[in-house]
């Protein structure tokens, strides 16, 4: 059809219906069952042609003597759940009397014309204004993270899956008490639960979503007998106000329910043609369907000599996500889900969410909304598990752990720079020299000491001397402006600044050690004694100041010493070779240096040019043999980019860790790893 064409239903007098005959006798129950699905399945696939009357078709399929499998497959452009029942019940009627030899005459419904009539005589401008009102300022779909399409480079085909949960008769009966009461209805609870789980899926305080209506206009006489397609998907927006009573919320939303229905009419692509959300996106991404169209017993025990025993009901939609709400003695609840989207374990756990969330709004109407739970009994209980993290360690701070580890490495590599490098006992000579020396100055516990040095040998040992003679230290980067080192000097107080002879911090009135040209090569090599316990400062580092003046963090020994002996029970590569990445006033480069010191590593130093320059990188992680990386994601992208041009893809690296940044999982980090 072009652009400014309309879809047309033709009705034909006569068409001769599909009607496919099968004998599975000779097979056993449970080939007849696999036999079924896969026959339902090659059903679905089939699909239908919309300009190829009917569009429906039927297969009778005979398991026993007397048992037949009645499989009655159409597309939903030719009726909705409300119109199945009345055709059944006319064709039973039907069945019933020419078994006794007689005619049945009954009477014509009104035909589906006269709706189509209605719907011309609607006023589209005035719904077309209310719904753009609605979708004001809403230019996103809500969408699931989770699902696992967003990551899959080639786009698989959809399948379509199902999982099903019925809340218990006790629960459903007081959801009803608890609706009548309120005067409220079932729908409004399962629509707020969803608006409540997709909140806290994507953690934003508006969703969107799909709600589908039954679309029978009250004022059309008849309606309820007429036959045809009436069932319309409107979007429904909703603010989670979480400080609000959850009663108060579902009777506001019963009243936009309300607001919404004098347009429920109105089509769903005229909807999204005026909302702000890009065409080539989806309006919404979910629905929910409540399904309490008018249900006659009558139907599973027809009459005559047919007995209906089980009756199930496949359907398919083009939403990832579908909801379906059937009320009853227990209320039921299926998921219809799109399998290159999601996967069955993600499923039935957002099928326990919404149904902790329906028992929850039954437990306590009063409470608000940010306070009903959504995590399962078995889930609340994992977290328990997963918080028991309490463990005994020693209570020693970080120069004992790289002492003790000198004992049993000496002459292990533990740092190297470019053509430089120290075994662990050549480090701890050097640093217990400069440590010795600092703790003449007056260096001691609690005592702050600003580092500001070139990436050296030199740097490591400046701060490990600083630790090892009690002090915290103070990063700085030589290339921060020198208002910033200045504030941040003051601001922590400290009294001693380490250095080197090329870089110049003037007016500061505090003592300089120049690394590079001081003269405390004579003092002890033995390991200093500095009354340090774990409560005592190891490091303040500042933060970047985005917002106003940087901010100083203060890390104790004790929190620094559980992270290492954390990081040190959940590595697998003990003794590994570690590239030296960050700047040292991240604190990640803590994490770089002394997780690698105290577990019998060796540290790999880098130039600032090397740093910034991905393809100088990976050529030294290949030359030095890096085994892990810590990077944040920019860098780790850069190193992926220029593996992938030159095609060397480093055989020694076993770990790399990266944060800081949003993780994104692209083509060439999928091939890097």
């Given at each position: 059809?072009?652009?400014?064409?309309?879809?047309?239903?033709?009705?034909?007098?006569?068409?001769?219906?599909?009607?496919?005959?099968?004998?599975?006798?000779?097979?056993?129950?449970?080939?007849?069952?696999?036999?079924?699905?896969?026959?339902?399945?090659?059903?679905?696939?089939?699909?239908?042609?919309?300009?190829?009357?009917?569009?429906?078709?039927?297969?009778?399929?005979?398991?026993?003597?007397?048992?037949?499998?009645?499989?009655?497959?159409?597309?939903?452009?030719?009726i909705d759940g409300w119109s199945?029942?009345?055709?059944?019940?006319?064709?039973?009627?039907?069945?019933?009397?020419?078994?006794?030899?007689?005619?049945?005459?009954?009477?014509?419904?009104?035909?589906?014309?006269?709706?189509?009539?209605?719907?011309?005589?609607?006023?589209?401008?005035?719904?077309?204004?209310?719904?753009?009102?609605?979708?004001?300022?809403?230019?996103?779909?809500?969408?699931?993270?989770?699902?696992?399409?967003?990551?899959?480079?080639?786009?698989?085909?959809?399948?379509?899956h199902e999982q099903q949960c019925?809340?218990?008769?006790?629960?459903?009966?007081?959801?009803?008490?608890?609706?009548?009461?309120?005067?409220?209805?079932?729908?409004?609870?399962?629509?707020?639960?969803?608006?409540?789980?997709?909140?806290?899926?994507?953690d934003e305080s508006e969703v969107?979503?799909?709600?589908?209506?039954?679309?029978?206009?009250?004022?059309?006489?008849?309606?309820?007998?007429?036959?045809?397609?009436?069932?319309?998907?409107?979007?429904?927006?909703?603010?989670?106000?979480?400080?609000?009573?959850?009663?108060?919320?579902?009777?506001?939303?019963?009243?936009?329910?309300?607001?919404?229905?004098?347009?429920?009419?109105?089509?769903?692509?005229?909807?999204?043609?005026?909302?702000?959300?890009?065409?080539?996106?989806?309006?919404?991404?979910?629905?929910?369907?409540?399904?309490?169209?008018?249900?006659?017993?009558?139907?599973?025990?027809?009459?005559?000599?047919?007995?209906?025993?089980?009756?199930?009901?496949?359907?398919?939609?083009?939403?990832?996500?579908?909801?379906?709400?059937?009320?009853?003695?227990?209320?039921?609840?299926?998921?219809?889900?799109?399998?290159?989207?999601?996967?069955?374990?993600?499923?039935?756990?957002?099928?326990?969410?919404?149904?902790?969330?329906?028992?929850?709004?039954?437990?306590?109407?009063?409470?608000?909304?940010?306070?009903?739970?959504?995590?399962?009994?078995?889930?609340?209980?994992?977290?328990?598990?997963?918080?028991?993290?309490?463990?005994?360690?020693?209570?020693?701070?970080?120069?004992?752990?790289?002492?003790?580890?000198?004992?049993?490495?000496?002459?292990?590599?533990?740092?190297?720079?470019?053509?430089?490098?120290?075994?662990?006992?050549?480090?701890?000579?050097?640093?217990?020299?400069?440590?010795?020396?600092?703790?003449?100055?007056?260096?001691?516990?609690?005592?702050?000491?600003?580092?500001?040095?070139?990436?050296?040998?030199?740097?490591?040992?400046?701060?490990?001397?600083?630790?090892?003679?009690?002090?915290?230290?103070?990063?700085?980067?030589?290339?921060?402006?020198?208002?910033?080192?200045?504030?941040?000097?003051?601001?922590?107080?400290?009294?001693?600044?380490?250095?080197?002879?090329?870089?110049?911090?003037?007016?500061?009135?505090?003592?300089?050690?120049?690394?590079?040209?001081?003269?405390?090569?004579?003092?002890?090599?033995?390991?200093?004694?500095?009354?340090?316990?774990?409560?005592?400062?190891?490091?303040?580092?500042?933060?970047?100041?985005?917002?106003?003046?940087?901010?100083?963090?203060?890390?104790?020994?004790?929190?620094?010493?559980?992270?290492?002996?954390?990081?040190?029970?959940?590595?697998?590569?003990?003794?590994?070779?570690?590239?030296?990445?960050?700047?040292?006033?991240?604190?990640?480069?803590?994490?770089?240096?002394?997780?690698?010191?105290?577990?019998?590593?060796?540290?790999?130093?880098?130039?600032?040019?090397?740093?910034?320059?991905?393809?100088?990188?990976?050529?030294?992680?290949?030359?030095?043999?890096?085994?892990?990386?810590?990077?944040?994601?920019?860098?780790?992208?850069?190193?992926?980019?220029?593996?992938?041009?030159?095609?060397?893809?480093?055989?020694?690296?076993?770990?790399?860790?990266?944060?800081?940044?949003?993780?994104?999982?692209?083509?060439?980090?999928?091939?890097?790893?």
């Amino acid at each position: 059809m072009g652009k400014q064409e309309k879809p047309l239903q033709v009705v034909c007098k006569q068409v001769d219906l599909p009607w496919h005959n099968d004998d599975w006798r000779s097979l056993s129950l449970e080939e007849q069952q696999e036999q079924l699905e896969i026959f339902l399945e090659a059903d679905r696939v089939q699909g239908f042609v919309l300009d190829k009357a009917p569009l429906m078709r039927f297969s009778l399929i005979k398991i026993a003597d007397d048992i037949y499998e009645f499989v009655w497959s159409f597309h939903h452009l030719l009726i909705d759940g409300w119109s199945w029942p009345i055709l059944c019940k006319e064709v039973f009627a039907f069945y019933n009397t020419l078994l006794q030899g007689k005619y049945l005459y009954l009477n014509t419904p009104r035909p589906y014309r006269d709706y189509i009539n209605w719907l011309q005589q609607q006023d589209l401008k005035a719904a077309e204004i209310f719904w753009q009102q609605q979708l004001h300022g809403f230019t996103n779909p809500t969408r699931l993270l989770l699902n696992r399409g967003e990551t899959q480079i080639v786009p698989q085909p959809k399948t379509y899956h199902e999982q099903q949960c019925c809340l218990s008769a006790t629960m459903t009966a007081a959801l009803q008490s608890q609706a009548q009461q309120y005067h409220l209805t079932l729908s409004i609870f399962v629509l707020a639960a969803w608006a409540i789980l997709l909140s806290r899926y994507t953690d934003e305080s508006e969703v969107l979503f799909g709600a589908t209506v039954s679309g029978r206009p009250p004022t059309l006489s008849g309606v309820e007998s007429m036959v045809g397609l009436f069932i319309n998907t409107l979007p429904v927006r909703l603010k989670i106000p979480t400080a609000k009573p959850l009663w108060q919320w579902l009777r506001q939303l019963q009243t936009q329910q309300v607001e919404r229905s004098q347009y429920s009419w109105c089509p769903l692509v005229e909807i999204q043609a005026i909302s702000e959300i890009p065409p080539e996106l989806p309006l919404f991404e979910s629905i929910v369907v409540f399904e309490n169209y008018p249900h006659d017993t009558s139907l599973s025990n027809p009459g005559g000599s047919i007995q209906i025993i089980k009756r199930r009901v496949i359907e398919q939609t083009n939403y990832p996500l579908t909801v379906i709400a059937v009320p009853g003695q227990e209320l039921s609840l299926r998921i219809l889900y799109d399998g290159s989207r999601f996967d069955g374990e993600t499923i039935n756990r957002m099928m326990g969410h919404l149904v902790t969330l329906l028992e929850g709004m039954v437990t306590n109407i009063e409470q608000t909304v940010a306070e009903i739970s959504m995590l399962t009994a078995t889930e609340q209980r994992q977290i328990v598990v997963w918080n028991d993290t309490q463990t005994d360690y020693p209570h020693k701070c970080i120069a004992q752990l790289f002492e003790e580890q000198v004992e049993q490495t000496p002459d292990a590599v533990a740092v190297s720079f470019q053509s430089q490098q120290l075994t662990y006992q050549q480090l701890n000579s050097q640093a217990n020299k400069l440590a010795h020396h600092l703790q003449k100055l007056g260096v001691k516990p609690e005592v702050r000491v600003g580092i500001c040095v070139e990436r050296s040998l030199s740097m490591v040992i400046g701060l490990l001397a600083i630790l090892k003679a009690g002090g915290a230290y103070v990063p700085l980067d030589p290339r921060s402006p020198q208002e910033r080192l200045t504030y941040m000097l003051s601001d922590s107080q400290a009294s001693v600044l380490l250095t080197d002879s090329s870089i110049t911090l003037s007016g500061q009135p505090l003592t300089l050690v120049c690394l590079d040209t001081s003269g405390f090569c004579q003092n002890s090599q033995e390991n200093p004694v500095s009354g340090l316990i774990p409560e005592n400062l190891a490091y303040v580092m500042y933060t970047s100041g985005s917002t106003g003046k940087p901010k100083g963090v203060a890390m104790s020994h004790r929190s620094l010493v559980n992270l290492l002996y954390w990081q040190m029970d959940e590595n697998t590569s003990n003794f590994a070779k570690t590239l030296q990445f960050a700047s040292i006033s991240f604190d990640v480069s803590f994490q770089e240096i002394f997780s690698t010191w105290c577990n019998g590593g060796s540290l790999v130093l880098i130039t600032e040019k090397v740093q910034k320059d991905g393809f100088a990188l990976l050529q030294l992680i290949a030359q030095e043999k890096v085994e892990r990386l810590f990077l944040p994601f920019v860098a780790l992208q850069q190193l992926a980019h220029a593996a992938s041009i030159t095609q060397c893809y480093p055989a020694s690296l076993r770990q790399i860790m990266t944060a800081g940044e949003q993780l994104h999982i692209t083509p060439v980090l999928v091939n890097f790893f």
